[in-house]
């Protein structure tokens, strides 16, 4: 008779655990956006070396009319955004949330977006009075010299793209969005978050003096705090786009 040998039984290997998704806190929020900065910077510094080499005159005076000049800038501006794209997906990948998740790209009410724009006159609208007050010039100069090179190079189209949609969305997802999403979630907090990120954010704006780079400061505490209320990026990029949509709008026309 035979016996019967009973079948072993199989041994499964315990399920190993996906790894919960994180954000980067503090200390990785500041070190990739350093990355992402340098990305930022590497793409507008091709554009730069491309025009400066294509002019084959190593005369200083020379380069610095065309780094300066309005066609370089606008260029130089909008290859800023694929770079600053994709230095964040590269950042936020290992996180496993996804892109606009991270990012906080979505969409508000309709009445929260009036009440930014609102809320953003108001806030322009106060330094311009300032600005008379003390007698000073509303626009900064650097505006006004960038408007009429990228006229006279028929480039002027560019320049709004680069300064109205180009700059706000790098400059958005890169401050209001990662910035702000890592550091609100480290020991930071929500006010903390704001603070840094709008500092950080003012510090591309070295072109300017002390009274425009406190406006922009302002502007970004203003940016910031929006995109903690209402928890979205577009809305800060949008807001950020009308900013320099006016801003561009009123150089032109102090301009003649």
Known sequence: MDSVTPASPITVPPAIPDQPPRVWKFWGTALWGLFIFAAMFVGQLTVVAYFVLRHGSFDVAEAIRVVGGGLTISLSVIMGLPAVVLAVWIAIRPTRISFADYLALRWTSWRNFLIGVVALAVLVGCWDLLSRALGREIQPGFMGEVLKSAQTDGALWL?????????????????????????????????????LSSLAWTSLHLQYDWFFFCEVFSIGLLLGYLRYRTNSTWLTIVLHGINNLAATIQTFWLAG
């Open 159 to 195: 320049l709004v793209v680069a300064f109205c949609v180009a700059a706000p969305v790098s400059e958005e997802i890169l401050a209001r969005g990662f910035l702000y999403r890592g550091w609100s979630e480290s020991r930071l907090g929500v006010a903390g978050a704001i603070f």
